[in-house]
């Protein structure tokens, strides 16, 4: 009975079923009088409006009608929620202090914004019933807050705060436990994602959100203090509504997403100044703010068809009917949690889009790797090879004996940058040398190898400078005194690391355009494997010959 209670009370559909005058007013005097307490003491001429009390204790009545209770119903308990230090009389009777009023020179001692009092069995009864409170407002006298009753079930007045604070409690955990899985991706993640640390954020806002909102169950908080616990409340949902669309906005790569960010809060600091002081009404112009802006970018991405976008629609006007319909402790909550799952689906997606990259780029390596093996063991250029080997160790076989090793060392290069990634420049040039030094024997023409700035520090992908000096040797003629030479140049600036190959000599006519062959193909796949898209790569006819130019972009 208790839980079914609790869940009417959580949708928000419980009503009153012990008071018959639902909005009692209560009436207000200033003054110290005990006979005031009486239940049937006559208070026409007191005031509707409390005032200005300043540190003065003041007395304020209300008259509470009680349908037939029955017995199963009872204890009865009261809860009352007003500012300050008080006494409360039931038909005179007193049954319970909040806080202790001023007298004999102490000072207030503050009482909690939420109280609970039992009412005796034999003060219950159906009819009109007077609840009278002494009190003072010594630390907020400027305050004008209204007084509300409730009145139920002693022990499920007591226990139902219990139960819905389990429940937020279990939801807290959940969050603060996807914040820290998130907070530990993104700091073990080797490409620093901006969206998964923008949800860990969320999620660890909302859980503090949480804790703030039921904070009140754990810790008795005077009355002089509650609103510093609301302007929390209030900046952790500012935070959100300002996060939330910007998760949206990365995840649908939505254009012009920072000036919607700065129009967004632009918007929330209005909300904020225009409203200040009212703080729920505040929350929910946050949250709605929010929605309005998720909603932008969601129909945008609906109209770019991005995939997920209609679930994350629907999510948006699930979220968009909770907060209306729903009293707003527990829609606030509820519609975040759907918002949540929304940016968890997003994140699903996201992954396996990054996991089949991945797979793709695995595939891609592969590739490479077999591409870089094919280039030096391809039928064409071994039978060529051999056969100039062949001729050189019968014409000279101490020249045929540094051929020899001029291949092998080459081969041994190949073999051992054939599965990495980036390698250092030095073992570049190396690959190259000893390139140089095979073909000098093949071609029997006089290569010449030369390079400024240099620096051997650095690592780039394998075989590229090496594919541009393929190049240069195949579509290249000697020039007078049978020489080609080559030229490798380095310089760094703010913007990139710069490598600038040349190739000085005849161009040979070819009928294929050089931009697109498999050499260059395989040049910028290698840059995109080591750099996304932060590199780029021209090549062309120079007077002298031809000349490539590698940027890597600075991140």
């Known amino acids: 009975m208790q839980h079914l209670l609790f869940l009417l009370t959580f949708l928000g559909f419980l009503v009153p079923a012990v008071i018959s005058n639902e909005n009692p007013i209560p009436v207000y005097k200033i003054g110290d009088n005990t006979a ?52 409360v009389y039931w038909d005179g009777i007193l049954i319970g202090k909040n806080g202790q009023v001023p007298q004999n020179g102490r000072p207030e001692v503050p009482g909690t914004e939420g109280s609970y009092y039992r009412i005796p069995d034999h003060l219950v009864s159906p009819g009109l019933h007077t609840v009278a409170l002494r009190s003072s407002q010594s630390s907020l006298p400027h305050v004008q807050r209204s007084i509300s009753f409730s009145i139920e079930n002693y022990p499920t007045l007591l226990t139902n705060p219990l139960i819905t604070m389990s429940y937020m409690n279990l939801m807290a955990g959940a969050f603060l436990t996807a914040a820290i899985y998130y907070f530990f991706l993104y700091v073990n993640s080797k490409r620093k994602q901006w969206d998964i640390l923008i949800f860990g954020t969320i999620c660890l ?54 000036w919607l960010i700065a129009a967004l809060l632009v918007t929330l600091l209005l909300l904020y100044g225009f409203n200040y002081g009212h703080y729920d009404l505040t929350a929910r112009l946050y949250s709605l703010a929010m929605l ?61 889009v990054i996991e089949a990259e991945h797979q793709n780029s695995l595939l891609l390596s592969s590739r490479l790797q077999l591409e870089l093996i094919k280039k030096n063991i391809q039928p064409h250029f071994l039978r060529n090879t051999l056969t100039s080997m062949m001729d050189w160790v019968e014409e000279s076989p101490k020249e045929g004996s540094r051929f020899i090793q001029a291949l092998a060392a080459e081969f041994d290069i190949m073999n051992e940058i054939s599965e ?30 030369e390079q400024t700035g240099i620096d051997e520090t650095q690592f780039i992908p394998p075989a590229i400078i090496h594919t541009l000096l393929e190049n240069g040797i195949t579509h290249s003629e000697p020039m007078s005194g049978n020489t080609v030479k080559f030229i490798l140049r380095y310089s760094v600036s703010k913007e990139a690391h710069q490598y600038v190959f040349e190739t000085i000599a005849k161009n040979r006519r070819v009928l294929t355009d050089r931009t697109g062959g498999n050499g260059f193909k395989y040049i910028r796949a290698r840059l995109t494997e080591s750099y996304q898209q932060n590199w780029t790569f021209n090549s062309g006819v120079t007077e002298s010959g031809w000349a490539s130019t590698i940027q890597i972009l600075r991140p």
């Open 292 to 352: 309005v802006t998720a909603f932008i970018v969601v129909l945008n991405s609906i109209i770019q068809k991005e995939k997920g976008s209609f679930i994350v629609l629907t999510g948006l006007l699930l979220s968009a009917l909770v907060n209306r319909y729903m009293v707003y402790d527990f829609g606030l909550f509820v519609s975040f949690t759907v918002i949540v799952l929304c940016m968890l689906y997003l994140h699903s997606i996201r992954t396996s």
């Open 205 to 258: 806002l909302f859980f503090a959100l949480l804790i703030m909102e039921y904070l009140k169950f754990h810790v008795v908080i005077p009355y002089s203090r509650f609103f510093i616990r609301l302007e929390i409340i209030g900046w952790l949902t500012f935070a959100n509504a300002l996060l939330v669309p910007l998760y949206f906005i990365i995840q649908f790569n939505f254009k012009k997403g920072g």
């Open 420 to 449: 990495q990634t980036l390698i250092p420049v030095s073992k570049e040039l190396e690959l190259c040398r000893q390139h140089l030094s095979v073909m000098g024997f093949r071609k029997e023409i006089n290569y010449i190898w």
């Open 36 to 87: 005031w307490a009486a239940k049937n003491f006559n208070d026409k001429d007191w005031s509707e409006s409390r005032g200005n009390t300043s540190d003065k204790i003041f007395w304020s009545r209300t008259h509470l009608e009680l349908r037939k209770v029955e017995k199963d119903v009872l204890p009865l308990g009261l809860q009352i929620q007003s500012f300050g230090a008080f006494e």
